[in-house]
T-cell receptor, first 112, second 113 residues
Framework: DQQVKQNSPSLSVQEGRISILNCDYT??????FLWYKKYPAEGPTFLISISSIKDKNEDGRFTVFLNKSAKHLSLHIVPSQPGDSAVYFC???????????FGTGTRLKVLA | DAGVIQSPRHEVTEMGQEVTLRCKPI?????LFWYRQTMMRGLELLIY????????DSGMPEDRFSAKMPNASFSTLKIQPSEPRDSAVYFC???????????FGPGTRLTVL
């Protein structure tokens, strides 16, 4: 059973608009959440993170929102750029074991 | 820094053969992780080491899989014997402290015929 779910396998957005990528989780022991970006033939690279004691973290065009009561987090990219086209993975850390659980990824395509 | 280095980048082998994947973590990092990426399950953690010691191998799918870390700068993931369902991309990642972001290598794409 997937403890971290990314229910949208793909997303297309027009350049300049907002991209919203969603992630749901089931384990209440998760205490730290991260987003990774992955280009073809490369390993994932860290993008942004958020601790469970916060509900928002912003870094330039990227903002992550955490709704603990709904066990939901989202990544907002504003404005979206063609170079943002990649697969985005959501990951969560189990505060008890310190293991990271990844979702299946969402492929974002930003159209010029 | 060169980042995490993995070899080979691509491996094609026949069912029943032994496969060895290699990883060199970033110098100074004390955690090393092995992941497998498939379309159906995304990125799955197979095993991780802290200071060269295996901490959790509960993600290793079967006894056919084994991993070692003989020193701080080298780790191997071995599959013996390999099966077609092992075909996937295998990533190695390292981090400084288990609570920080992980740095991934470029991956090894394994195809078992």
């Amino acid at each position: 059973d997937q403890q971290v779910k990314q229910n949208s396998p793909s997303l297309s957005v027009q350049e300049g608009r907002i991209s919203i990528l969603n992630c749901d989780y089931t384990n209440s022991m998760f205490d730290y959440f991260l987003w990774y970006k992955k280009y073809p033939a490369e390993g994932p690279t860290f993008l942004i993170s958020i601790s469970s004691i916060k509900d928002k973290n912003e870094d330039g065009r990227f903002t992550v929102f955490l709704n603990k009561s709904a066990k939901h987090l989202s990544l907002h990219i504003v404005p979206s750029q063609p170079g943002d086209s990649a697969v985005y993975f959501c990951a969560a850390r189990d505060g008890g074991t310190y293991k990271y659980i990844f979702g299946t990824g969402t492929r974002l395509k930003v159209l010029a | 820094d060169a980042g995490v280095i993995q070899s080979p980048r691509h491996e094609v082998t026949e069912m029943g053969q032994e496969v060895t994947l290699r990883c060199k973590p970033i110098s100074g990092h004390d955690y090393l992780f092995w992941y497998r990426q498939t379309m159906m399950r995304g990125l799955e953690l197979l095993i991780y080491f802290n200071n060269n010691v295996p901490i959790d191998d509960s993600g290793m799918p079967e006894d056919r899989f084994s991993a070692k870390m003989p020193n701080a700068s080298f780790s191997t993931l071995k599959i013996q014997p390999s099966e077609p369902r092992d075909s996937a991309v295998y990533f190695c990642a390292s981090s400084s402290g288990g609570v920080n972001e992980q740095f991934f290598g470029p991956g090894t794409r394994l195809t078992v015929l």
